[in-house]
């Protein structure tokens, strides 16, 4: 007899109504049963109809006898069943199960099939079968509600509450009105824009772009822009703009916060996506599978944001491990994953180079600095010749300072300052310990603002205790409790994250220090500190139910740094007690790198000389942790510490010198070589970048000429 399907179907007619009966029953479903079976019927169709284009298809050696005998069979079997039912449980079968299930009765009915053609008939008929099924009209509207939600969470670009006496608030604006594209390069080594061929770089909006590997590795140093970027990639594939992105349509963007994942109970990641997700959009009624469903259609953008904020080295291994093992998963590996990190946290051995291409984000080149300042101020203000006026002031002042100009290739410290030349033109300062302090001190001026504007708002609890002098204070020494807390508890995997109930505690015990309360009057002190900042600062925010972290890790850097200097300016201890000890005891830790070179920078000049020869004395006699060392002191010297030649003890030659002897070893591996060009180069706009060319030119015939030229071209163009 033949049937719809094209084909005599004596034997699969007979048994697709107990099966569809035994289906229903074991799935206490209300469907149906003919709706089920003409579901069933008609993702066989799909598959057999694509099956027949094909020069030899799965069942090519089967006359229609043997395809009605065999599918019968197939459909008898109880692991096909199992996963139909599940279909009927909202959630998608597993294809794989299917497969196997083929094999098997293939095995046992003796027939032969052509085994590259299972996989697709499966996927064929299992994803017909689904679709005509009403739970994939839940589906649909589940995401359609999702895909709201990721545009409202995702479309605008909050900067940190900045609000300066007498002026406005500053608002999120729309994130592709203001949001300027970096530009990366596929290399090993983050290299300097003067060493690269334009040929090299390539706009990272192309990163998802479909003739490009389906999964890579962003690394991006502090304030590049990485969070900012998964941001733009999911707002615009849940904004539908596939051919913008070189993306095939109906795809679903899935951002998740690393660290956020790190903090469960089990790194698992489809039960985060199913319980997590829907919390944090506010999201009812999203079907048990529906990530699932799109994930194993190859239908998701996964956006892995952050590894490098966990900070148990340990902890980012496992889970750098876990998030491997999904991805490249036979059931998900045809979805397209982006996974972020800082270089300095990051392992290269994480994921596997051939699978996972690294790219580097790139500084912003002058175009891209203009372009940002040309967008900042047409949101700014509406009157156009005003924001023309803003944009040329700030430009003419980048071009008359050039310290600035290098600090603004960072997109935070463009930011950053376009936020103070907003409201104080005069005070923009040159070097990045000082933007950061200015930047601070802008942002906790909101505080006293609130005090004279809003006390007498309900939603609002008045400060009794703490005045805005005390503010700093407790910001660094919060920072500092967070940074050493992260490190030292193995529970604690992000360098940020932080629990309301444990900063209450901590908070508590400042207070009561700083303030000679008692600690009931502390505590709720505590309580109202964290409602201001929650409501209103920009540096530190909430980051899901109860737990807290810093607007972005580079502050709580600088006030961790400016803790440790603070508790050696107020006699806690020695010099060496204090700072040295910091030094020696972080000198190696990534998640410190940040802190320690800050800590130096905001010394004077002895005691920046004296750190620097202590980092270049620890454990010279290993040649490995030797290099290291000297490249770290020469990250020093980028930071352009203060007249660090006035002190008797310079070390600065001393590193130059050393550096060279790096850079003219034929035997010295790659990786450290690219670091000592890197160092050299970032030495421009420094005091130390006129020696730096003289002890490179006096060794000239033994490096490279194109590389001495590019050394010549940077460092030439130097202040000094």
Known sequence: MIDILGFTTTALKAVLPT??????????????????????????????????????????????????TFLAKVFEYSG??????NALKDKFPDIQNLIEAFKQVAQEQKIKLNEPDIEPWVRTFINIYFQELPVYGRYQAAKDNYLKQIIKDSEKIHFAGIKMKGQDWDIPEPLEKIFVIPDVINKEQKANRVSLNSKDMISANKLLNSSLPQQIVILGDPGSGKS???????????????????????????????????????????????????????????????????????????LLDGLDEIADQNKQREVARHLSYFVTNNKYVQNRVIITSRPAEYKRDFFETPKFPHY??????????????????????????????????????????????ILVENPLLLTLVCLIHR????????????????????????????????????????LEHIKFTNLQRLMEKLAYWIHCQQIAAEDKNSSTIVERDEIIQQLSKDIQHLKKIELYEAK????????????????????????????????QEYLCAKEIDYRYQNGEGSYEEIVLHHIKEHLYNPHWREVLLLLIE???PKPIAKAIWAILEQDKENEQLYYHNLLFAGSCLTEDPNNLKTADNDPSLHILS?????????????????????????????????????????????????RMQQYRNKLEKSKV
């Open 80 to 85: 096909v069943q199992t996963e139909l039912e």
């Open 228 to 302: 900012t970027l998964m941001q733009y990639f999911a707002a615009n594939v849940a904004q539908k703009k596939f051919a913008e992105l070189g993306l095939p349509e109906n795809l679903l963007p899935i951002l998740i916060r690393i660290r956020d994942l790190a903090n469960q109970p089990e790194i698992n990641i489809l039960t985060y996506l199913q319980e997590r997700i829907p919390r944090k959009y506010s999201l009812d009624n999203i079907p048990e599978g529906f990530f699932d469903y799109w994930l194993k259609q190859g239908k998701a953008v996964i």
């Open 360 to 405: 580097f984000i790139l500084p912003f080149d002058e175009s891209k600095i203009n372009l940002f300042i040309d967008r900042w101020y047409n949101t700014r203000f509406s009157d156009s010749e005003e924001s023309q006026r803003r944009q040329s002031s700030l430009k003419e002042l980048l071009n008359k300072q050039e310290r600035i100009k």
């Open 602 to 604: 905001i010394q004077k």
């Open 524 to 555: 709720q002190e505590a309580e109202n500190f964290i409602d201001y900042i929650s409501a209103r600062s920009g540096l530190l925010n909430e980051q899901g139910k109860n737990c807290y972290a810093f607007v972005h890790k580079t502050f």
């Open 19 to 68: 099966v569809v009966k035994e289906i229903i029953k074991k799935a206490q479903s209300q469907l149906n049963p003919t709706e089920l079976e003409k579901a069933i019927k008609t993702g066989i169709k799909a598959a057999q109809d694509a099956d027949k284009n094909k020069q030899k298809g799965l069942l090519f050696a089967c006359d229609d006898r043997q395809i009605d």
């Open 423 to 462: 409201y104080d033109a005069v005070r923009l300062p040159q070097k990045r310990d000082k933007l950061y302090e200015t930047a601070i001190e802008t942002l906790l001026l909101n505080w006293e603002m609130i005090r004279f504007e809003e006390k007498q708002a309900p939603i609002y609890k008045k």
């Open 658 to 706: 050393e550096l060279v002897k790096l850079e003219i070893n034929p035997d010295l591996d790659e990786k450290i070589r690219s670091q000592v060009f890197s160092t050299f180069c970032n030495l421009s706009q420094t005091e130390f970048a006129k020696s730096a060319l003289e002890v490179l030119a006096e060794n000239q015939d033994r490096i490279d000429e194109a």
